[in-house]
């Protein structure tokens, strides 16, 4: 089961998604050898970056980046808006130090250094327009305190407070083999749910977030949406309406390949590689995504270079200046 569920409520303006991710996580779980508390923090980021990602309105890829100077230096997840995903992180310590019952607060250091920067990148981005880029820092100031976040729910929570216009709330929850996740977003009053009368409205808002907060991490876990959509909304639906859109598919995929690799040692330069392959006999490195291994040897390497000049020739003249 790897779905995201789309639906709407009738008589509340609220839009919400239910996702449910099992081969898809365990694809990229297969691929990386993370301690047990830094799976969970990545399983629930990886939920989130689909339930953002369904809600897109243009074709491109959402990126949650959370950083800090703690035991998670990099956490990276990548989802395109056909739902396909990819995700990494990168350690400042060995993994045999992280206790398993680390918490999110610690490893990303929220009490002081960690945040969260969210990146929407449209595929047909004209060129010299940079991606809308959102950061937000892990803690809530109030007053003198600070308040460390204690789970990713609650660090996007406070990214869409700071930059969405839409109340959002926002369940997720992850183990070895699952990840599951709740959305609900109040909708313009404007707009489709203009017949709603304001008082209604925001009684409807109210009342969905009360049936959200029902849900428990078991059925999130082991239901598949459509199910947990029933059982959350089975009162809703009847008396108000409920309509749900035909599920979406999530799976895993890294977008590597030798070109890029091949662009990255453009990159470097050719003394650097020269000097790597003098030292080591060829190049060698492995996608930070999904482990694949990739191998330049001189011959290679050579040709990686040769491809430059080749593209240099049939660049335009210089005018000289
Ligand atoms: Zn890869």
């Not at 739902?83 to 990494?88: H, Q």
Request: proline share 6%; glycine share 8%; with cysteine.
């Amino acid at each position: 089961m790897n779905e995201l569920l789309v639906f709407v409520c009738d008589g509340a303006p609220v839009r919400g998604e239910i996702v449910s991710i099992s081969t898809a996580w365990q694809a990229v779980l297969e691929r990386r050898n993370d301690p047990p508390a830094v799976r969970r923090i990545l399983g629930d980021f990886v939920g989130a970056a689909t339930l953002l990602s369904a809600s897109l309105k243009f074709d491109g890829t959402l990126i949650i980046q959370a950083q800090s100077k703690g035991p998670i230096q990099l956490l990276v997840v990548e989802c395109k808006s056909d739902l396909s995903m990819r995700a990494t992180v990168k350690l400042s310590v060995d993994a045999t130090e992280i206790s398993p019952d680390a918490s999110l607060g610690e490893l990303l250091d929220a009490s002081n250094t960690g945040r969260l920067v969210i990146t929407l990148d449209p595929s047909e981005r004209e060129p010299g327009q940079p991606p809308y880029q959102g950061i937000v820092a892990l803690q809530e100031h109030r007053g003198n305190t600070i308040k460390p976040v204690a789970s990713a729910a609650e660090a996007i929570g406070l990214y869409m407070q700071n930059s969405e216009q839409l109340d959002t709330r926002i369940w997720l929850t992850s183990n070895d083999t699952h990840i599951g996740g709740l959305l609900l977003q109040r909708m313009p009053d404007s707009g489709g749910h203009a017949h709603l009368d304001p008082q209604i409205a925001a009684e409807g808002w109210t009342r969905i977030q009360t049936l959200g907060e029902t849900i428990t991490n078991e059925e999130l876990l082991t239901l598949p949406p459509q199910t947990i959509l029933r059982r959350l909304f089975l009162e809703e639906s009847s008396e108000n309406g409920v309509r749900s859109f035909p599920p979406r598919q999530i799976r895993f995929s890294c977008r590597c390949s030798r070109t890029k690799v091949a662009d990255v040692l453009r990159m470097l330069g050719e003394e650097e590689v020269k000097g790597i392959l003098a030292e080591q006999g060829a190049v060698e490195t492995v996608c930070e995504f999904c482990s694949k291994p990739y191998r330049f040897d001189a011959v290679d390497c050579l040709q990686v270079f040769k491809t430059e000049l080749l593209s240099d020739a049939t660049r335009p003249p210089s005018s000289g200046h």
